[in-house]
């Protein structure tokens, strides 16, 4: 693929390339951003917040404009001791024992939505299957209702649209309409997901359930509780970063499987046995997020290079997934391997996603549902991908069963 190459050869400079911002109409541009493309930077620089910064944004390039910082101004943009507090409230809800209590949910949910590709024949992978459960655990978790998924799903596909025409009303350029038309999509998206839940986190202040939702409102932890403000930003964190992440991996699961049919037919071997490393390795293969950015807080030296203070770094989850430094045989899907110190989560550090563990559920109850019921279940064609430089989306995805 031809990113791939881009990036194998971005790790052979000794230093890491120094790339110009686009400048858009309406946004706060920068010089620029260094590319941080080897394992070992990605991993050291996630590990290092104090010199690399999520403030003041780490999932943008450039600054995002204050009003929108309102919705998006979530805990992945904050360092310590502002992100401390935050996860510090909300990691008491993802614990291994809260997390055990919706495994039935999730294979019931997995079950219904692989038993309708039957009666509704095979159209969209990612639309029919894909996009299905994680939204649908998102919702379950916070106490949503039912009839809200399809919007909260949309909102979410035009929140992480990238440049992409299909999302945004029409093609994205350096215009200025252009530059409002796409602010503007994001700004409603945003909007609408935030006051969905911060309206249901006054309701339970009220009358808490024992969802996610009365538990973060409701949690006192050394005397600190979520705000609406911040339940509604961590609400868009959690169904943007959670539902459309664990999408992607799905559909790119898929692909890889009947792309690798020999590593098909070794997970249907034994799929107990061999479905925890398939699923690290699609997420290894795969990486959903392709970057975050980071700002450097002081003058630092780091593996050789000297960064300066202010300097924009990204990291760049694809490229250190496929360091041969790390990874013997990067290129190769092999579910089998091991060790696989992936960074498809982050490279560790304070920011390491919370939601690992649910991902993972997620994607094996999916793939073993699957693979169960259409063992010969195959992508046709190539996928329909998302033109966006943050996630590796997958909008669309032919398939086949038999």
């Not at 299905?132 to 009839?147: H, Q, S, T």
């Not at 997420?283 to 970057?291: D, E, G, L």
Request: proline share 5%.
């Amino acid at each position: 693929e031809e990113r791939d190459a881009a990036f194998a050869l971005l790790r052979e400079q000794d230093d890491p390339v120094f790339f110009k911002e686009l400048r858009f109409p309406l946004l706060k541009s920068g010089e620029g951003y260094y590319a941080l493309t080897r394992h070992a930077d990605v991993v050291e620089a996630s590990r290092t917040p104090e010199v690399f910064s999520n403030e003041p944004c780490a999932n943008t390039i450039v600054d995002m404009p204050g009003y929108m910082a309102r919705y998006f101004g979530s805990m992945i943009n904050m360092d310590d001791p502002r992100h401390a507090r935050l996860r510090r409230i909300v990691s008491r809800s993802f614990t291994p024992r809260k997390l055990a209590e919706l495994d039935a949910y999730i294979s019931d949910t997995a079950r219904e939505i692989v038993e309708r590709v039957e009666e509704d024949g095979c159209r969209d992978f990612v639309t029919q299957v894909a996009a299905r459960l994680p939204v649908r655990v998102i919702c379950r978790l916070m106490g949503i209702a039912e009839d809200r998924h399809e919007e909260i799903l949309a909102q979410t596909n035009v929140i992480l649209a990238g440049y992409d025409p299909e999302y945004l009303g029409g093609p994205v350029d350096l215009s200025l309409l252009s530059t409002a038309r796409m602010l503007g999509r994001w700004y409603v998206a945003g909007r609408r997901l935030h006051r969905l839940a911060s309206d249901l986190g006054r309701r339970r202040r009220k009358a808490p359930t024992g969802d996610l939702t009365s538990l973060l409102v409701h949690a006192n932890i050394d005397g600190e509780r979520l705000t609406s403000q911040e339940l509604g930003s961590f609400f868009i964190l959690l169904v943007v970063a959670g539902a459309e992440t664990t999408r992607t991996a799905i559909a790119h699961g898929l692909k890889l499987l009947t792309d690798h049919p020999d590593q098909r037919k070794l997970l249907l071997s034994d799929f107990d046995r061999y479905i925890p490393g398939a699923v690290e390795e699609i997420i290894r293969y795969s990486s959903p997020v392709i970057q975050f950015r980071r700002t450097v807080t002081r003058d630092h030296v780091m593996n050789g290079h000297r960064f300066r203070k202010g300097d924009k770094v990204l990291l760049f989850y694809p490229s250190a997934n496929r360091d041969a430094e790390v990874f013997e045989n990067p290129d190769r899907f092999d579910i089998t391997r091991t060790p696989n110190p992936h960074v498809g989560f982050g490279g560790h550090g304070p920011h390491y996603c919370l939601g690992t563990n649910l991902a993972k559920q997620e994607i094996k109850v999916m793939l073993r549902e699957l693979l169960r019921r259409y063992p010969d279940i195959r992508s046709v064609g190539e996928p329909d991908r998302l033109w966006s430089n943050f996630v590796n989306g997958v909008k669309h995805l032919s398939f086949e069963i038999s």
